[in-house]
Antibody
């Protein structure tokens, strides 16, 4: 069974950084692109970016490229999202997802709240 | 970036109705569109990929069609369990972009 479990969310002050993790199981992690999507409270889905199998290609939505960094550790079957210079606009549920042409499996999401 | 115009923002349907949601894209996406269902408090679930390919285990009352810039998603014989928001996603070009969503309610 494919399973994706995000962690690392919580309350963070404006301007600070936070790193999210996504633990994958039930499939061969190093065979797939992986990605991140977020959803602000009561809003729609926003694609953050994706990373290929060997981390040689990483794509971001332009507005987040300078703030967010996607990485992965294939030995640990884990995907990461490093977020910096956080602002209130980054308050959202963050989902990791497996890419098989499109996002086919999603984690349950982790909440990040940016507030003083 | 490819813009996605999804409509309507909300739908109210009776049980057994057929409903249709549309997504128009700002440029040809070569049928690389997927449709997701999201229930309150849950992660999105993939229903359809590549315009019309139903994911295994998804009921056949869900369907998709389209080409070029115009795509549609339909639910025939709406059931109570279909209460959710639905999103389109183009994955032809980076950055990937979602439609703004359609909230389905039951009358």
């Amino acid at each position: 069974e494919v399973k994706l479990v995000e962690s690392g969310g919580g309350l963070v002050q404006p301007g600070r950084s936070l790193k999210l993790s996504c633990a994958a199981s039930g499939f061969s992690f190093n065979d797939y692109w992986m990605g991140w999507v977020r959803q602000a409270p009561g809003k729609g889905l926003e694609w953050i970016g994706e990373i290929n199998q060997d981390s040689s290609t990483i794509n971001y939505t332009p507005s987040l490229k300078d703030k967010f960094t996607i990485s992965r550790d294939n030995a640990q079957n884990t995907l990461y999202l490093q977020m910096s210079k956080l602002g209130s606009e980054d308050t959202a549920i963050y989902y990791c997802a497996r890419v098989d042409y499109t996002f086919d499996y999603w984690g349950q999401g982790v909440m990040v709240t940016v507030s003083s | 970036d490819i813009q996605m115009t999804q409509s309507p923002p909300s739908l109210s349907a009776s049980l057994g109705d057929k409903v249709t949601i549309t997504c128009q894209t700002s440029q040809n996406i070569n049928k690389y569109i997927a449709w997701y269902q999201q229930k309150p408090g849950k992660a999105p679930r993939l229903l359809i990929g590549f315009t019309s390919r139903l994911v295994s285990g998804i009921p056949s009352r869900f369907s998709g069609s389209g080409s070029g810039r115009d795509y549609s998603f339909s639910i025939s014989n709406v059931e109570s369990e279909d209460i959710a928001s639905y999103y389109c996603l183009q994955y032809d070009n980076s950055p990937l972009t979602f439609g703004s969503g359609t909230k389905l309610e039951i009358k």
